[in-house]
T-cell receptor, first 113, second 109 residues
Framework: NAGVTQTPKFQVLKTGQSMTLQCAQD?????MYWYRQDPGMGLRLIYY???????DKGEVPNGYNVSRLNKREFSLRLESAAPSQTSVYFC????????????FGPGTRLTVL | RKEVEQDPGPFNVPEGATVAFNCTYS??????FFWYRQDCRKEPKLLMS???SGNEDGRFTAQLNRASQYISLLIRDSKLSDSATYLC??????????FGTGTRLLVSP
């Protein structure tokens, strides 16, 4: 099992460019999440999908869109990148239930110039 | 006030030392709690869950104090490999986890 995979690992964009971050999990989890992590800010939830076909905003959704393509895949799109979106982005999946572990992908390091 | 608060550290300790981290949470209705570990430039990984009665996993002991709304992590006999950031995590509503900003631990020879 690969667990949670993310592509790309690194990306540099210019202000105004768009891109999609890809995430896939092979653990048959219902819930998937996108976080960003900035120094001193911790992990902040951007969007999540509690099940296939549903998506909801998290703490910092502005400037992002998501698609839950199927149970395995959950993508994050930046329509018009801004320097404030320079961050490390983590995708995670979760089987659900309050005692279970959330599994993370290796992260995408994004720089917006 | 943040939902989950931690001292960012860093905590600098020598090998073999005992070190403890605390974390406070604001939502008294929170039901479950975790410690995750994050190595530099890597993804967070579950270290241990925190049970009401307290629990131990080798050199690591986690405690929960519901009355004061804090969680603690004790590491005994610190190893160089324990150097990392420790994230306090609270299970929130709608299957969301709320993460603290992390406490950085540096173990030196």
């Amino acid at each position: 099992n690969a667990g949670v995979t993310q592509t790309p690992k690194f990306q540099v964009l210019k202000t105004g460019q768009s891109m999609t971050l890809q995430c896939a999990q092979d653990m048959n989890h219902n819930s998937m999440y996108w976080y960003r992590q900035d120094p001193g800010m911790g992990l902040r939830l951007i969007y999540y999908s509690a099940s296939e076909g549903t998506t909801d905003k998290g703490e910092v959704p502005n400037g992002y869109n998501v698609s839950r393509l199927n149970k395995r895949e959950f993508s994050l799109r930046l329509e018009s990148a801004a320097p404030s979106q320079t961050s490390v982005y983590f995708c995670a999946s979760f089987t659900g239930g309050q005692y279970n572990e959330q599994f993370f992908g290796p992260g995408t390091r994004l720089t917006v110039l | 006030r943040k939902e989950v608060e931690q001292d960012p550290g860093p905590f600098n300790v020598p090998e073999g030392a005992t070190v403890a981290f605390n974390c406070t949470y604001s939502n008294s209705a929170s039901q479950s709690f975790f410690w995750y570990r994050q190595d530099c430039r890597k993804e967070p990984k579950l270290l241990m869950s925190v049970y009401s009665s307290g629990n131990e996993d080798g050199r690591f002991t986690a405690q929960l104090n519901r009355a004061s709304q804090y969680i603690s992590l004790l590491i005994r006999d610190s190893k160089l490999s324990d150097s990392a950031t420790y994230l306090c995590v609270v299970y929130g509503s709608f299957q969301k986890l709320v993460f603290g900003t992390g406490t950085r631990l540096l173990v030196s020879p």
